[in-house]
T-cell receptor, first 109, second 113 residues
Framework: EDQVTQSPEALRLQEGESSSLNCSYT??????LFWYRQDPGKGPEFLFT???AGEEKEKERLKATLTKKESFLHITAPKPEDSATYLC??????????FGTGTRLKVLA | DVKVTQSSRYLVKRTGEKVFLECVQD?????MFWYRQDPGLGLRLIYF???????EKGDIPEGYSVSREKKERFSLILESASTNQTSMYLC????????????FGPGTRLLVL
């Protein structure tokens, strides 16, 4: 069964304390892995798309990496404005996307 | 910049009412999707459309219908709203090419009383 698991469910960091969020997946054939940021009461905001193992993408303090079984979202020297829920999704087939339940990140000043 | 808009941010409806949620995208995307998001359950696909007038059921289509008369517009219809349809509704679109990133609208928070 296709499945996405995100860990931890919640994470509290001090400002400047780097960490990583994990997205583990089990799919029959990966056609894309996506990271989104979601603020309370708003729609998910696109961050990154990764397609193959070994691929990495960066944007400001965020860096996403992909292996054959998992993806990491590394947050370097986070700021309070990075507080949000981070969602991971995989696309195992045409039109089908499977979402994790997210990691709630809180960065304290 | 991809822009997906939804007709309402908040809606309050009574049980049994017919509810229309509208979504418009301005990037000429082929595919459009409706999800609902509930705490602890993540995003669940209700319906998607890969072309005008074409639609496919997602994982939880019961109690919902959709309409796509124009490429840029995808409507979700609750024929007779029930309290268990209280949720956050999210519309998304994707290009329909090899690059299949979904882009989401701001969401509609629906409360059915």
């Amino acid at each position: 069964e296709d499945q996405v698991t995100q860990s931890p469910e919640a994470l509290r960091l001090q400002e400047g304390e780097s960490s990583s969020l994990n997205c583990s997946y089990t799919v029959s054939g990966l056609r894309g892995l996506f990271w989104y940021r979601q603020d309370p009461g708003k729609g998910p905001e696109f961050l990154f798309t990764l397609y193959s193992a070994g691929e990495e993408k960066e944007k400001e303090r965020l860096k996403a990496t992909l292996t054959k079984k998992e993806s990491f979202l590394h947050i370097t020297a986070p700021k309070p404005e990075d507080s949000a829920t981070y969602l991971c999704a995989v696309r195992p087939g045409t039109y089908k996307y499977i979402f994790g339940t997210g990691t709630r990140l809180k960065v304290l000043a | 910049d991809v822009k997906v808009t939804q007709s309402s941010r908040y809606l309050v409806k009574r049980t049994g009412e017919k509810v229309f949620l509208e979504c418009v995208q301005d990037m000429d995307h082929e595919n459009m999707f409706w999800y609902r998001q509930d705490p602890g359950l993540g995003l669940r696909l209700i319906y998607f459309s890969y072309d005008v007038k074409m639609k496919e059921k997602g994982d939880i289509p019961e109690g919902y219908s959709v309409s796509r008369e124009k490429k840029e517009r995808f409507s979700l219809i609750l024929e007779s709203a029930s309290t268990n349809q209280t949720s956050m509704y999210l519309c998304a679109s994707s290009p329909g090419t090899d690059e299949e990133t979904q882009y989401f609208g701001p969401g509609t928070r629906l409360l059915v009383l």
